[in-house]
């Protein structure tokens, strides 16, 4: 990676060091770098460059007789050499492929699975986003009334996606009402989301006749439902979280148990997350950079998955900071890849 605020020699000797740190979880000294032969330098020479970097802010020193551990800010430069390089690729992937199999459309199905091979293949805590089914877009779309106050609605995507959901309303409706609405949206809307169909007659709603605007109205408010449901329900799935437990001192627990409350409540890890949906291919949050204190020990490898049309969710890990990045980046890229080509072979 070129960085002009280091010289050749001192990105060498960052990188060894926290190489050395992430395998060993110690404090790096000048002589374990120099035994690494990264370069022909003496340990006094690299003494000075450590110092050097410390002063730059991408090294600490625990104790002032101790070795030096890479600060967040040692870490992004680690991690941005590993996003600028030659594209990783994660040896393993063909070991689990079959397990990202989208046995007869079932997408939920699909993404437990992801989360569970997140979670195993890192060691660390893996989880999936969802698809929100007011923002797909539907090729076909069928509302069933199932109970009082309670209607079905099932989504077929473009690409032969199945997705169900039932939802609450305060209007009560009959099958034949049902069907027509099923009838006139999928004849008038069908390629959009629910929440742009909504949009639209609402708008229909306001230049209808009267003729119409009882039917409109009704329409509109099973929308609304749907769409409110769909913006109440927390999309995360969580699978791992024992994993990452293990790997943290007793006195970290607290802030781990405000991780977890978190994860419960679900609404602002969701929040952050959907905000890089549709970013770079990789996302690598360390530290800080999250801006949520409880996971500030915590590095987050993100990326997205979706199909042809449409960016549906994202997935990724939350493990240490000391994770191996060279295997996990690589780990969640191949796995919203395959993901992302399942889901857009569906109909295939």
């Known amino acids: 990676m070129k960085n002009q605020e280091l010289r050749e020699k001192d990105q060498l000797v960052l990188a060894a060091a926290v190489e050395l740190y992430l395998k060993t979880g110690l404090p790096v000294s000048s002589g374990a770098i120099h035994q690494k032969k990264v370069l022909t330098d003496s340990p006094a020479t690299i003494r000075n460059i450590l110092v050097r970097l410390g002063e730059r802010g991408y090294l600490s020193q625990p104790h002032a007789s101790s070795g030096r551990i890479p600060t967040d ?15 990783l690729t994660f040896d393993r992937i063909n070991l689990f492929a079959e397990d990202l199999s989208l046995g007869g459309s079932d997408l939920p199905g699909l ?58 309303t305060d209007t009560t409706f009959d099958q034949v009402e049902l069907d027509r609405a099923s009838q006139y949206i999928n004849a008038s809307f069908s390629g959009r989301t629910l929440s742009q169909v909504r949009d639209c007659v609402l708008e229909e709603l306001g230049k209808s006749t009267s003729k119409f605007e009882r039917a409109l109205s009704r ?14 329900e927390d999309p995360i799935i969580v699978q791992g979280a024992s994993r990452l437990i293990g790997k943290f001192e007793k006195a970290d627990l607290p802030r781990l148990k405000m991780l977890f409350q978190n994860i419960e409540e679900k609404a602002s890890l969701a929040k952050l997350l959907s905000e890089f949906i549709a970013l770079d291919r990789v996302k690598v949050l360390i530290g800080s950079e999250s801006n949520m ?36 980046i690589p780990l969640v890229d191949n796995v919203a890849q395959k993901i992302s080509r399942t889901i857009s072979g569906a109909s295939s």
């Open 293 to 328: 204190p409880e996971i500030s020990d915590c590095a987050l490898v993100l990326s997205h998955y979706g199909d042809r049309t449409q960016v549906l969710g994202s997935l990724g890990i939350i493990g240490p900071k000391r994770i191996p990045y060279d295997k996990i």
């Open 219 to 232: 329409l509109t408010s099973l929308l609304k439902a749907s769409i409110q449901q769909d913006d109440m």
């Open 111 to 168: 993404l437990h699975q992801a989360s569970r091979v997140l979670a195993d293949q890192s060691d660390s805590l893996g989880f999936v986003i969802q698809p929100r089914i007011s923002r797909i877009h539907f090729r076909h779309i069928r509302f069933i009334q199932i109970a009082a106050g309670k209607v079905m609605i099932i989504l077929m995507t473009p690409f032969q996606l199945v997705l169900t959901e039932i939802v609450p």
């Open 73 to 87: 800010r040692g870490l992004r430069f680690y991690v941005n050499s590993l996003l600028a390089g030659v594209p």
